[in-house]
């Protein structure tokens, strides 16, 4: 298995820029995270999906950012529009179920100038 | 959940040496614990998981120990080698969320 493929590795943009960032969870994993990692605040979830479904957005920090998950093998979240302080590394996980473990791919490290 | 704190503590070791990570958690609803271990520019990678049924649950080289009444939890690394080096986490659960909470995580340094 490949794991949680996440692309790209690695985005430069500049502040005002539209983001997109990329995930494919593991075959068979019906649960798909985004985490977002800083130094200041630590792993923080963003959003959860449950069967496609979108769970629980509340870590979503502004209206900025949005995710959607159109099928079970694709998900995307979206920073329009980018500011600086959105740099960081994003994390997408997926588990077969929900509060089963976590399986992270290499995230992408975001940095917005 | 648990809002984590900003610093992030170290243990440094020497190799060969055992070492012991402890976490603190605050949910006692909590019911599902894992440790993960971040090597620099990797995502979190799992290692160990545990139940609430049980207090200890051991792997290879590693055990995990569950303190539920004063709600800690500590990862016991045998023999510590060069390639542990990295950032550990806890993660804390609930049966009726689906909400990992990540604690700040320890740094540990192997020393030749």
């Known amino acids: 298995d490949a794991g949680v493929i996440q692309s790209p590795r690695h985005e430069v943009t500049e502040m005002g820029q539209e983001v997109t960032l990329r995930c494919k969870p593991i075959s068979g994993h019906n649960s798909l995270f985004w985490y977002r990692q800083t130094m200041m605040r630590g792993l923080e979830l963003l959003i959860y999906?449950?069967?496609?479904?979108?769970?629980?957005d509340s870590g979503m920090p502004e209206d900025r950012f949005s995710a959607k998950m159109p099928n079970a093998s694709f998900s995307t979240l979206k920073i329009q529009p980018s500011e600086p302080r959105d740099s960081a590394v994003y994390f997408c996980?997926?588990?077969?179920?929900?509060?089963?473990?976590?399986?992270f791919g290499s995230g992408t490290q975001l940095s917005v100038l | 959940g648990e809002s984590v704190g900003l610093h992030l503590p170290t243990l440094s070791v020497q190799e060969g040496d055992n070492s012991i990570i402890n976490c603190a958690y605050s949910n006692s609803a909590s019911d599902y614990f894992i440790w993960y271990k971040q090597e620099s520019g990797k995502g979190p990678q799992f290692i160990i998981d545990i139940r609430s049924n049980m207090d200890k649950r051991q792997g290879q080289r590693v055990t995990v120990l569950l303190n539920k009444t004063v709600k800690h939890l500590s990862l016991q690394i045998a023999a510590t080698q060069p390639g542990d080096s990295a950032v550990y986490f806890c993660?804390?659960?609930?049966?009726?969320?689906?909400?990992?909470?990540f604690g700040p995580g320890t740094r540990l340094s192997v020393l030749p």
């Open positions: 999906f449950n069967n496609n479904v979108p769970i629980d």
């Open positions: 996980a997926s588990s077969f179920k929900g509060n089963e473990k976590l399986f």
């Open positions: 993660a804390e659960n609930n049966n009726y969320g689906q909400n990992f909470v």
